[in-house]
């Protein structure tokens, strides 16, 4: 059973439009949520996160929106660039129990001059 | 800051051989990963490790052996290669605490043939 959801499974957005791309997670103890954004031959990076007592978290043109009672969140990008295109990660993880993210299947995001 | 060392970037096997695959931190991390990276389907752990000397299995274990020397280093041992695992693993460490950064290495691109 798949515990974390994304969708769309790809997305292209023109430069300058926001790109709002989608999770769903199984698991009521997940209780941290990070996003990881992938380049091509790099490893997955950091983005933004946030935590389950929270339903908004934002920085700069990246904003964490946080949906408890339905298990959904997403991120949304605002006034997209070409160097955002990229894979996009969601993760979630119980910073109670065992020590393990559990990773969606990725969004990969085109941003179109 | 640190880093986490992937070593080999490529590495080229026969069918049926045993492989292993090396992570460095020096992050003075407690707990490290051993994810694997298909296409279209994220990230899946294979192993991972709280302290030297520890292992546990992710979802993906079978066909895999790991190792945790010493703190800052964890191998992965592909125990007999098979064609359909070509694969990009990454390597993954993080530190203790609730909601501490995962931080990943650059990957260790496997073509078995």
């Known amino acids: 059973q798949q515990q974390v959801r994304q969708s769309p499974q790809s997305l292209t957005v023109w430069e300058g439009e926001t790109a709002i791309l989608n999770c769903s997670y199984e698991?009521?103890?997940?209780?941290?949520f990070p996003w990881y954004q992938q380049f091509p031959g790099e490893g997955p990076a950091l983005l933004i996160s946030?935590?389950?007592?929270?339903d908004k978290k934002e920085d700069g043109r990246f904003t964490i929106f946080f949906n408890k009672r339905e298990k959904k969140l997403s991120l949304h990008i605002t006034d997209s660039q070409p160097g955002d295109s990229a894979t996009y990660f969601c993760?979630?993880?119980?910073?109670?129990?065992?020590?393990?993210?559990?990773f969606g299947k990725g969004t990969q995001l085109i941003i179109q001059p | 800051g640190g880093i986490i060392t992937q070593t080999p970037k490529f590495l080229i096997g026969q069918e049926g051989q045993k492989l292993t695959l090396k992570c460095q931190q020096n992050?003075?991390?407690?707990?490290m990963y051993w994810y694997r990276q298909d296409s279209g389907k994220g990230l899946r752990l294979i192993y991972y490790?709280?302290?030297?000397?520890?292992?546990q299995k992710g979802d993906l274990s079978e066909g895999y052996d790991a190792s945790r020397e010493k703190k800052s280093s964890f191998s992965l041992t592909v125990t007999s290669a098979q064609k359909n695992e070509m694969a990009v693993f990454l390597c993954?460490?993080?530190?203790?605490?609730?909601?501490?950064?995962?931080?990943f290495g650059k990957g260790t691109r496997l073509t078995v043939v």
């Open positions: 993760a979630a993880r119980n910073t109670g129990g065992a020590d393990r993210l559990t």
């Open positions: 698991d009521s103890t997940f209780n941290y």
């Open positions: 993954a460490s993080t530190g203790q605490g609730a909601d501490t950064e995962v931080f």
């Open positions: 490790s709280i302290t030297e000397n520890d292992l």
């Open positions: 992050f003075n991390h407690d707990t």
């Open positions: 946030i935590s389950s007592v929270s």
